[in-house]
Structure formats: C-alpha cells, structure tokens
C-alpha cells in the first residue's frame, strides 16, 4: 500500500541539462559505472572545455518503460548545467546537451533509496492522483507529441547520504495559454 504523499503542480524554467543513456535503472543508481561516471567526470573537467562545473542538483533521470517482455526500458540520467554555464555548456564525448524550454511538472515527492519497484508505484500513485484532472489530459497530450518519457525522477541527495533523502516522480507537461 501506498502511504498518501502530497503532489504539487510547477513550473520548470528553461534549462541546459547533459545527459547520458542507460537501459536498467541499477545502472543509473551504482556509482561507478559508464552512466555515472561519465556525468562524474564531466563536473571534474573532463569535457572539452577542461573546465571544473558545480554539481547542482537535481540529478534527473528520464524513464521510458519497455513495450513488451523483449523490450529493454530507457534510462537517460540529466543534471541541470549550472546557471553561469547555460549560455555556452561544455561539450563532452559521450554525453548530450539539452536545452529544455519552460514547462510544467506534475510531482510526487518519496523518499529513500530509488529502485525499480519503488518508481513504478510512486509513478502510478502521481498518475492515479492527478487522473481526471487538467494536468492529467496535458500529460497524456505531452507524451504523444514531444517526449517519448513517461515519467522523470529527480534524485537531491548524494549516493552516500542514506537518512532524510529526497526524491521525486516528475511528469512533465505544457499548458495551452
């Protein structure tokens, strides 16, 4: 069962994120493999550039689950560039730059740690929250234009903070003004 959490409506303002790909979620949560340590290695200067960038945080991770029993899911693991950055990112080999425009998000905020079976019911608890709602049709119209995402997780705490940690189900959407 899940306990009742409070979700929130926001706005996400434009933002340049880098993002790398994974296809299992262990891969994103272990410190130490390509995913991880390629966004590691890009804040300690291992981009074009040479240059040193602040962690920020949240460090995202986009979910796109399988279509059938042979499919893999998609894991594309994104931090946000900080703000002195955004104009002109460091590009890195392996890793993509992504400029997000504004955009709202419905969220869901859990915590612990991220696992596969803990995302999948947090994601359908926002969802089953939020059904029947406006936010709900927008993210509906949202995943079958723009985003092949079904979810987004934000993740605020190090790997080796294990009390109080902070996380979120993110489901992104536009309003028509």
Same mark, same amino acid.
């Given at each position: 069962m899940v306990a009742e959490r409070a979700i929130g409506i926001g706005e996400l303002? &434009?933002?340049? %994120?880098?993002? %790398? !790909? /994974?296809?299992a979620m262990e891969e994103v949560l272990s410190f130490g493999? =390509?995913?991880?340590?390629w966004l590691f290695d890009y804040i300690q200067g291992k981009n074009y550039y040479k240059e040193k960038i602040e962690m920020t945080g949240p460090v995202i991770t986009e979910v796109s +689950?399988? =279509?059938? +029993?042979?499919? !893999?899911s998609s894991f594309v693991v994104s931090?946000? %560039? +900080? #703000? #002195?950055?955004? /104009?002109? +990112? *460091? &590009? /890195?080999?392996g890793l993509h730059i992504q400029k997000w425009k504004p955009?709202?998000? *419905?969220?869901?905020q859990f915590s612990g740690f991220v696992n596969d079976y803990e995302i999948g019911v947090e994601a359908a608890a926002l969802e089953a929250s939020? /059904?029947?709602?406006i936010w709900s049709a927008a993210i509906d119209k949202n995943r079958g234009t723009e985003s092949s995402s079904v979810y987004t997780v934000a993740q605020y705490n190090s790997p080796?903070?294990?009390k109080n940690r902070v996380n979120e189900i993110w489901m992104l959407f536009d309003l028509e003004k």
């Amino acid at each position: 069962m899940v306990a009742e959490r409070a979700i929130g409506i926001g706005e996400l303002l &434009p933002a340049t %994120v880098s993002r %790398v !790909e /994974a296809t299992a979620m262990e891969e994103v949560l272990s410190f130490g493999v =390509d995913t991880v340590e390629w966004l590691f290695d890009y804040i300690q200067g291992k981009n074009y550039y040479k240059e040193k960038i602040e962690m920020t945080g949240p460090v995202i991770t986009e979910v796109s +689950p399988s =279509d059938g +029993p042979l499919c !893999e899911s998609s894991f594309v693991v994104s931090f946000f %560039v +900080p #703000k #002195k950055n955004q /104009a002109n +990112p *460091a &590009p /890195a080999k392996g890793l993509h730059i992504q400029k997000w425009k504004p955009t709202y998000v *419905a969220i869901r905020q859990f915590s612990g740690f991220v696992n596969d079976y803990e995302i999948g019911v947090e994601a359908a608890a926002l969802e089953a929250s939020i /059904a029947g709602t406006i936010w709900s049709a927008a993210i509906d119209k949202n995943r079958g234009t723009e985003s092949s995402s079904v979810y987004t997780v934000a993740q605020y705490n190090s790997p080796f903070e294990f009390k109080n940690r902070v996380n979120e189900i993110w489901m992104l959407f536009d309003l028509e003004k």
